[in-house]
């Protein structure tokens, strides 16, 4: 069997929530990366009633960095955490979100991390983020899968840096364009799922979901990746 594992910037909430909430349940994931969640008023009520609305729950705790990992009825959250980053000045503050999940007989460890524009922060937070989910990969007996926002596209340092320690699952089982960004006409891809090597990578690409929800709902387009991990 495998598991889904997904990753999706909301726009803050900014756009049509209902959009939001049938494209995530178009998506199917067992584990779902968010960036950009709810993380000032009522942020912990707005985050469980968008999950809920979407047939997943809130994994992990925290509203630092607007990160959160949501999970599915096939995923028992064994461990949850939120790790700040490294801060820089003037910038926004980072965190990498990260759930310890079993699912179809695999343990994953899979984060949540939405990198920054600006260039040095990105790359930083990318080996920060590696370093921290392989240290809890280790304590855990899981395979480690990092997802996100990586505002960057894949030829440059910070994507490069992550694909070499993990596998691009994009790169590898490709689905579609593969395009992340604008929602509305994507040019980019800017958003992915990057899984330990170790890791049968079946196929990574978007969600099919109606277009004007997928364009009504935020400003990026979700990635799902279906994986196999083990025999």
């Not at 304590?139 to 990586?150: F, I, M, N, S, Y």
């Amino acid at each position: 069997m495998t598991v889904r594992v997904g990753t999706y910037n909301l726009h803050g909430l900014r756009d049509s929530v209902p959009a939001l909430a049938r494209v995530i349940a178009d998506a199917r994931a067992d584990v779902l990366c968010v960036q950009e969640a709810p993380r000032f008023l009522r942020w912990r009520a707005r985050r469980a009633a968008l999950a809920a609305a979407s047939g997943l729950s809130v994994a992990t705790p925290g509203r630092v960095g607007g990160v959160a990992v949501l999970v599915g009825p096939r995923a028992r959250v064994l461990h949850a955490e939120t790790r700040r980053l490294r801060a820089f000045l003037g910038l926004e503050r980072r965190a990498l979100a990260v759930a310890v999940v079993q699912a179809e007989g695999a343990r994953l460890a899979v984060g949540s991390l939405h990198l920054d524009l600006h260039d040095a922060a990105r790359m930083r937070h990318a080996v920060e983020a590696v370093a921290l989910m392989e240290d809890v990969a280790a304590r855990h007996g899981a395979a480690v899968v990092l997802a996100g926002d990586v505002n960057e596209h894949p030829h440059r340092p910070a994507w490069r840096y992550l694909a070499g320690r993990l596998a691009d699952c994009y790169a590898v089982a490709p689905e579609g364009d593969g395009l992340t960004f604008p929602a509305g006409k994507p040019s980019a891809r800017i958003d992915g799922v990057f899984a330990a090597r170790g890791t049968h990578v079946v196929s990574c690409g978007g969600v099919r979901a109606a277009s004007a929800d997928l364009t009504g709902a935020s400003d990026h387009l979700p990635v799902v990746a279906e994986l196999r991990v083990g025999h």
